[in-house]
């Protein structure tokens, strides 16, 4: 028995499905299925169901899945402990990023990351928030770099920098001519927001205390940031855009953007992990180049912003 072969039987637990999680490994499927059968084998046991679509366990399956995880995660913890002892910046670090964090602040300090530390092999995934907290307690990434909102409580958060949030309007707008944004402002507007699920559309729902955008959202479902402000841009609506993101824009995009009144909703960025994860010395890197990457005075919240979970 080796962990290789454990790992194997947790990709094909978690895709339900021989040949996705043979991908996930980066290797062949006859490889993985082989390696599964040599295990079964071994333990006299048939771990999954082979007859049934999704690839399901069998009840002994499932008892000795959920021991192989356990297995994984002590050694997993145990070589991450040899690494922080030796204050070591190498080896694999794998990360998720909201997206609507990812486009405004990776580009700003993973490209010099890369060269400076060319052992580190740090893998970035974009992944929502609940998306991400799974991954996390899985074991299926190391961190996470996301808002902060209620219900974390089970993880170590480290703060990295607050971020206003920006109204980006349409030329033809109603409220183009304002000089700042009130909440009461917004009533009736036609407001292009993300899917449900993404934090950065829940925050702004309950602070400006919105009661939907069923109009846009039947005109658009799902969407991005980057499409909404090219939608705007196009003379249709409103829509909202994180501060990071101004740093990105032309002058002639920049007179679309209208502050917030006071107070200014802001979010607070934090890097997540597990609160067992050790591999302090790693994490200290990132926060001070995610922190040197962007302006000094989000470190801190400002007088006049709110913050906002």
């Known amino acids: 028995m080796t962990l290789q072969q454990l790992e194997y039987v947790m990709a094909v637990y978690r895709c339900q499905h021989f040949a996705k999680a043979a991908d ?3 290797v062949t499927q006859p490889t993985l299925s082989a390696m599964i059968q040599k295990l ?4 006299n046991v048939k771990i999954f169901d082979r007859s049934r679509q999704p690839i399901l366990p069998t009840p002994l399956g499932k008892i000795i899945i959920d ?3 356990k297995v994984l995660a002590d050694a997993k913890e145990l070589s991450e402990m040899v690494e ?3 204050h070591s910046l190498e080896g694999s670090f794998r990360m998720g990023v909201l997206p609507t964090i ?3 602040l990776i580009p700003r300090f993973f490209p010099q990351l890369m060269d400076e530390f060319p ?3 740090i893998r970035i995934s974009e992944l929502k928030t609940d998306e991400m907290k799974l991954a996390i307690a899985r074991g299926d990434i190391d961190a996470g770099i996301l808002a902060q909102i209620d219900g974390l409580e089970e993880f170590e958060s480290r703060h990295l920098f607050y971020e206003k949030f920006f109204v980006y309007v349409a030329e033809n707008d109603a409220l183009f001519n304002n000089k700042a944004i009130r909440t009461v402002d917004l009533n009736g507007e036609f407001l292009w927001l993300l899917d449900e699920g993404h934090c950065f559309r829940d925050q702004l729902v309950k602070f400006c205390q919105l009661k939907s955008a069923k109009r846009s959202k039947e005109a658009y479902n799902l969407g991005s940031i980057e499409t909404f402000m090219r939608i705007v841009e196009g003379g249709k609506g409103v829509t909202f855009i994180p501060e ?3 740093l990105q824009l032309t002058d002639e995009q920049r007179r679309l953007v209208k502050p917030f009144a006071f107070p200014i909703p ?3 960025v934090v890097l997540l992990t597990a609160k067992n994860f050790v591999r302090n010395t790693l994490l200290n890197l990132i926060t001070e180049r995610i922190q040197a990457s962007v302006p000094k005075e989000m470190i801190s919240l400002g007088k006049k912003q709110q913050a906002v979970f």
């Open 67 to 69: 021991q192989a995880e």
């Open 24 to 26: 996930s490994c980066h």
């Open 244 to 246: 990071l993101s101004m």
């Open 40 to 43: 079964e084998s071994e333990l």
């Open 84 to 86: 922080e002892y030796k």
């Open 266 to 268: 802001s979010r607070q």
């Open 102 to 104: 990812a486009p405004y």
């Open 119 to 121: 052992k580190l092999d």
